[in-house]
């Protein structure tokens, strides 16, 4: 019997292509382990979005490397950067295989098995999505479908199309079939994946764009709740923000990275749009009667950023009250158009912005959160809190909103299989930054 442990590192993208490895693997006939040490294959799916992330994965290599009888494999962004500069670098590793390469995999794994030698899958020259009847969902209750792989921006900063290749859309078909077949195993909520999910063609039928890709989803019977990730706000258009009007499916959250407040920086990093044409998407979202909560990505000393560039981006947080803000510091990629720029921010000064920034998002939060207080939300049960006694659900805007139960007559609580996975509607009665709190209206 063989024995695989994997390990993941960064974004939902990644998560969903490990469930697609693990189910490859498990069809296979290996079985999954919890530690590295139990594993006759040890994998590794990295992130290459920032040196840190990078860095992870050798630490992680470097501590196994005496370990005997083992197949080490890196798979993902930093196998497709770094490709077979990491067998020299990690001499034990045997495998390295690019997002782009999945669908190979197992052939890879049986020329292992077979040789003895190593094996690469490291093309970025394919059509291809890594579809596969088998993938071992780890959440009950959300499940993530891609729809599209690959990026075709080529932000100055990113490293994503040369680690994940150009853009491919999956079939349409192929989307509401995995959606549909979702509902049948007791799905209720969604997510359509993509690092740039605004850009989906049909593959069959060019006409049949994202907007209406999501409209079908979010009429797939059985499907409560529909929630799509990454959009980028050039290819972002006001008949996505229809569709939202239209279906109460689709949850009223939309993640819109912006990346800086100011249109000269923009430019820097060649993200294909403006502060004003930002804004006007930010106002079609802003104007929908769905109450649409809003997310983001920024990222803060670029190369070239002053202290007025910065101060823009901080003028663009008051301006749009962001309700979460995911921000990080510039970071270093190989092979991007950023890495030749000159004129690198100081460490210092990156973490006095990043700290500066956060502060005020912070204030923000608490103060949109706060706003919440004393309505009635409706909650997709995913957790208990063991500590606090809590239930943890997620309001369709994506807030955590953790709760209690009215009490029951003889004083029994209800067990995690009653909660898990029901839909209940939870009054805000506490708000912090990060999340709310409440008590649940109905006795379960
Ligand atoms: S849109 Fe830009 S930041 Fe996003 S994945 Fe593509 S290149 Fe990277």
Known sequence: MKRFYIETFGCQMNVHDSEKVIGTLEQKGYVQV?????????????????????QKVFQRLNENRRAK??????????????????????????LV???????????????????????????????????????????????????IEGCDKHCAYCVVPFTRGRERSRRWE????????????????????????????????????????????????????????????????????????RNETVCNMVHLPVQSGSTRVLAAMQRQ??????????????????????????IVGFPGETEEDFRETLRLLEEV???????FKYSVRPNTPAQKMGDHIPEEEKSRRLAELQEKQRNIQLRRNSGQIGTVQEVLVEGLNRSTGQWIGRTTQNRVLNFVTPPR???????????????????VTRAGPNSLAGECVIAV
């Open 34 to 54: 919890h530690s590295p040490e139990q594993a006759d294959l040890v994998l590794y799916n990295t992130c290459s979005i920032r040196d840190k992330a990078e």
């Open 69 to 94: 009888g083992k197949v080490f494999g890196v798979l993902g962004c930093v196998a497709q950067q770094e490709g077979e500069k990491i067998f020299e670098k990690a001499p034990h590793v045997r």
């Open 97 to 147: 295989v690019g997002s782009a390469s999945y669908p190979r995999l197992g052939d890879l794994l049986v020329q292992i098995e077979q040789g003895g030698g190593r094996a690469a899958g490291l093309s970025l020259d394919t059509d291809a999505t890594f579809e596969t009847p088998a993938t071992r969902r780890d959440n009950p209750y959300r499940a993530y479908i891609t729809i």
């Open 174 to 245: 192929s989307v509401l079939e995995e959606a549909r077949t979702l509902a049948g195993m007791g799905y209720t909520e969604i997510q359509l994946l993509g690092q740039n999910v605004n850009s989906y063609r049909d593959p069959e039928n060019p006409e049949r764009t994202f907007a209406g890709l999501l409209e079908a989803a979010a009429q797939t019977p059985g499907i409560r709740r529909v929630r799509f990730t990454t959009s980028h706000p050039r290819d972002f258009g006001r008949d996505i923000v229809d569709v939202i009007d």
């Open 273 to 298: 749009y403006t502060r004003d044409e930002y804004m006007r998407r930010v106002e079609w979202l802003k104007g929908s009667p769905r109450n649409i909560a809003l997310s983001t990505d920024i």
């Open 321 to 327: 009250e962001y309700d979460q803000v995911f921000s």
């Open 409 to 427: 007559a003889g004083g029994s609580v209800p067990g995690r299989e009653e909660m898990f996975g029901r839909y209940l509607p939870v009054r």
